[in-house]
């Protein structure tokens, strides 16, 4: 399967405070980003979708100015997580698509505490 | 508008045994994929099985089998000779082929517990 990378796999930060996490697809380039949220004992709920040079489409319920996505290469993109709430604190993954092709890979996650 | 189902919140099973673990389903696109992925502790979501919508024959990996029933709309998951590490989150997903983004969508999983 592809291999896709996150970083930071945890991070913990105080609340007003912003947070960065970048996703990488390191075999294969990303067409598009699927950006999902994971609370504790929930489902995966997508966020937002983004494609390579162009803005990210966003969930109904999902602030765009609080959560900004920036894919700008077929390798990375990155999620900002802006001045955090402990209402934020979860587990965010990543998942690239490739054009053509129906595999979605994941990312190992970052889980994200906000005190 | 999509809809994954899992009616199973927990399921347990004897190592070595069979077990299903059930997914229904709801869309108005004639093309979509049906996907199975394990979620163990760790967190990291691992694919396991794909089915396509118009594939005739049901899908199979190893151990996991996939017993996709077009008219009832579902897509069950088949696990044979359990072992413990199957211990997991079992997540159903599914992704329509006829929208701008083929967005795939989660069930809410099913917490197998393999027991010795």
């Known amino acids: 399967g592809a291999v896709v990378s996150q970083h930071p796999s945890r991070v913990i930060c105080k609340s007003g405070t912003s947070v960065k996490i970048e996703c990488r697809s390191l075999?294969?380039?990303?067409?598009?980003m699927f950006w999902y949220r994971q609370f504790p004992k929930q489902s995966l709920m997508l966020m937002a979708t983004?494609?390579?040079?162009?803005?990210?489409?966003?969930e109904q319920g999902v602030e765009k100015d609080k959560f900004l996505i920036n894919h700008a290469s077929l390798t990375l993109s990155t999620l900002t997580v802006t001045s955090a709430h402990p209402e934020d604190s979860s587990f965010y993954i990543c998942?690239?698509?490739?054009?053509?092709?129906?595999?979605?890979?994941f990312g190992p996650g970052t889980r994200l505490t906000v005190t | 508008a999509q809809k994954i189902t899992q009616t199973q919140p927990g399921m347990f099973v004897q190592e070595k045994e069979a077990v299903t673990l059930d997914c229904t389903y709801d869309?108005?696109?004639?093309?979509?994929?049906l996907f199975w992925y394990k979620q163990p502790s760790s967190g990291e979501m691992i694919f396991l099985i794909y089915?396509?919508?118009?594939?005739?024959q049901n899908a199979t990996e190893g151990r996991y089998s996939l017993n996709f029933q077009k008219a009832r709309k579902s897509a069950n998951l088949v696990i044979s000779a359990s072992q413990l590490g199957d211990s997991a989150m079992y997540f159903c997903?599914?992704?329509?082929?006829?929208?701008?983004?083929?967005?795939?969508?989660f069930g809410t999983g099913t917490l197998l517990a393999v027991q010795p």
């Open positions: 998942s690239p698509g490739l054009a053509g092709s129906y595999e979605q890979y």
């Open positions: 075999d294969f380039q990303a067409t598009t």
């Open positions: 983004s494609n390579e040079g162009s803005k990210a489409t966003y």
């Open positions: 869309t108005s696109d004639p093309s979509y994929g």
């Open positions: 089915q396509g919508s118009y594939d005739q």
């Open positions: 997903a599914m992704r329509g082929y006829g929208g701008a983004t083929n967005k795939l969508i």
